[in-house]
T-cell receptor
């Protein structure tokens, strides 16, 4: 069964450092998303991406965040200068249509900023 | 603002009983709703969805009910099993917002053997 894969599963970084979280969406999907989940809280939308550009982003997704689809298979989330409050689980998701369709989630990357 | 919330943070049921998890949403423009299951250390897993032009949808052991009048969504799990123990999130997709999901707070379902 096709699945969304994320690497690494756990990333520890020092405050102020840049991190790149990587995702390989399901191969025939066209819509890609990043969500985050702070421990014990709900899943929060960060950004959606379609046709090589951002289609929606939340207030959380400020200038410190960026996304990129560098090739035909990877989808990355970069945080330029990490803060302690960026510590969370980051989930990548993909779907074959943008609306009214199931989004498939990866297992997540646990980011710990120290 | 937009919000999707759950009435109960925890639910404990006996194995074999039916479970009902409730959710309220506030965005009347949402046209698609999903229930996700999240097990510890894993990503959300799709359970069942429903479009706004429906009021009930059934899957295998699960049923979702949508009441647009009161903006209420529920998930019914029949014959709950220990493997159903997880956190359940409802999520809504506002119309024409690129497929973004707005998640509720989550209900932790605990199934006692």
């Amino acid at each position: 069964e096709p699945e969304v894969t994320q690497t690494p599963s756990h990333q520890v970084t020092q405050m102020g450092q840049e991190v790149i979280l990587r995702c390989v969406p399901i191969s025939n999907h066209l819509y890609f998303y990043w969500y985050r989940q702070i421990l014990g809280q709900k899943v929060e939308f960060l950004v959606s991406f379609y046709n090589n550009e951002i289609s929606e982003k939340s207030e959380i997704f400020d200038d410190q965040f960026s996304v990129e689809r560098p090739d035909g298979s990877n989808f990355t989330l970069k945080i330029r200068s990490t803060k302690l409050e960026d510590s969370a689980m980051y989930f990548c998701a993909s779907s074959d249509e943008g609306t009214n369709t199931e989004a498939f989630f990866g297992q997540g990357t646990r980011l710990t900023v120290v | 603002g937009e919000s999707v919330g759950l009435h109960l943070p925890t639910l404990s049921v006996q194995e074999g009983d039916n479970s009902i998890i409730n959710c309220a949403y506030s965005n009347s423009a949402s046209d698609y709703f999903i229930w996700y299951k999240q097990e510890s250390g894993k990503g959300p897993q799709f359970i069942i969805d429903i479009r706004s032009n429906m009021d009930k949808r059934q899957g295998q052991r699960v049923t979702v009910l949508l009441n647009k009048t009161v903006k209420h969504l529920s998930l019914q799990i029949a014959a709950t099993q220990p493997g159903d123990s997880a956190v359940y999130f409802c999520a809504e997709t506002p119309y024409n917002q690129g497929g973004k999901l707005i998640f509720g707070q989550g209900t932790e379902l605990s199934v006692k053997p």
